[in-house]
């Protein structure tokens, strides 16, 4: 059986009185109280549109050219080629 988790935060907002009312009337066809009935569709709206700013979708042509930068050998840059020509240093294996 799992913890229930302490509630030790608190939301308050302003509304309409039709509002209310129209959120308390769902709430009841749920059979659930109007705070639960608020931060469970609060909560499901959260968790849908941090789902749909967490994916990246991409067409075929997209997903192609990625796939094509990914496998694809960049030149080098100026900074690369002298690093290349420094002193390698020894690690501990060798």
């Given at each position: 059986m799992g913890?229930?988790?302490i509630k030790d935060a608190r939301l308050e907002l302003k509304?309409?009185?039709e509002t209310k009312e129209l959120l308390t009337?769902?709430?009841l066809l749920d059979g659930m109280d109007l705070?639960?009935?608020?931060?469970?569709s609060a909560m499901k709206q959260a968790r849908a549109t941090l789902q749909n700013h967490?994916?990246?979708?991409?067409s075929a042509e997209g997903q192609a050219r990625?796939?094509?930068?990914l496998h694809a050998q960049p030149e080098p840059t100026e900074a690369m080629k002298a690093l290349r020509k420094l002193p390698r240093l020894k690690t501990r294996a060798e």
């Amino acid at each position: 059986m799992g913890t229930l988790a302490i509630k030790d935060a608190r939301l308050e907002l302003k509304t309409t009185k039709e509002t209310k009312e129209l959120l308390t009337k769902a709430a009841l066809l749920d059979g659930m109280d109007l705070s639960s009935f608020m931060l469970a569709s609060a909560m499901k709206q959260a968790r849908a549109t941090l789902q749909n700013h967490s994916i990246i979708t991409l067409s075929a042509e997209g997903q192609a050219r990625l796939v094509e930068l990914l496998h694809a050998q960049p030149e080098p840059t100026e900074a690369m080629k002298a690093l290349r020509k420094l002193p390698r240093l020894k690690t501990r294996a060798e």
